[in-house]
């Protein structure tokens, strides 16, 4: 032994350290309860702790509102001061531009674009009926029921032979369908008349 500050003494390295009775690992382990309380813990170890024992977000599903359904947004990705047009409305408004092609030609600000003629031929495939006038008056009764222009013009374009077909085809109309249901039924009804005959219309 090698004494040390006068009444001390040091251990060797290969010496067994003492314990006391209040070191007993048995008696410390019957008498000693531990409790973890999950609010007061520092550490959390769940399997939701992240790194540093910051809580991990929830997935992007579980705060993340679902989208409203059924919603046609082509209006608000049109420019400003622009409108929403029908295909026969397209074709009747391109068709008299080319009638007056020659004299158009003759002024140098007026530029038509290349794609003039296709935009007319995609036009006069994709128009159903024969009076656009008519038509559009038919389908602006429907405005009164929340159904925009957008939609106006998807119905004529999609040319259905009833209500539920319209539904169907123009699935933002859900929404409205039992406000416009009859009244839309009656405006397919009488837009029969107007319709161009199928080899018209695949010619």
């Not at 531009?97 to 003039?116: A, G, N, W």
Request: aromatic share 4%; net charge neutral; hydrophobic share 30%.
């Amino acid at each position: 032994m090698a004494e040390k500050g006068g009444n001390g003494f040091s251990l060797g390295k290969g010496a067994v350290p003492l314990r006391g009775k209040d070191d007993d690992s048995t008696k410390s382990k019957k008498g000693r309860k531990v409790q973890f309380n999950d609010e007061e813990s520092p550490a959390n170890f769940s399997s939701k702790s992240g790194e540093k024992g910051a809580p991990l977000k929830g997935g992007k599903g579980s705060a993340r509102k679902e989208p409203a359904k059924y919603e046609l947004n082509v209006q608000s990705e049109l420019p400003q001061n622009s409108q929403c047009v029908m295909d026969c409305e397209a074709a009747d408004i391109l068709q008299g531009i080319q009638e007056q092609m020659v004299f158009l030609s003759r002024d140098p600000t007026i530029k038509i674009p290349v794609s003039f003629d296709k935009g007319l031929l995609y036009a006069k495939t994709g128009g159903r009926y024969s009076n656009p006038k008519t038509v559009r008056q038919a389908l602006e009764g429907l405005k009164k029921y929340g159904v925009s222009d957008a939609e106006i013009c998807v119905i004529a374009n999609s040319c259905p032979e009833n209500a539920e077909e319209a539904f169907a085809l123009v699935p933002s109309l859900k929404a409205k369908k039992n406000k416009i249901h009859e009244p839309l039924e009656e405006i397919i009804s009488q837009l029969v008349a107007s319709k161009l005959p199928t080899e018209n219309h695949e010619e």
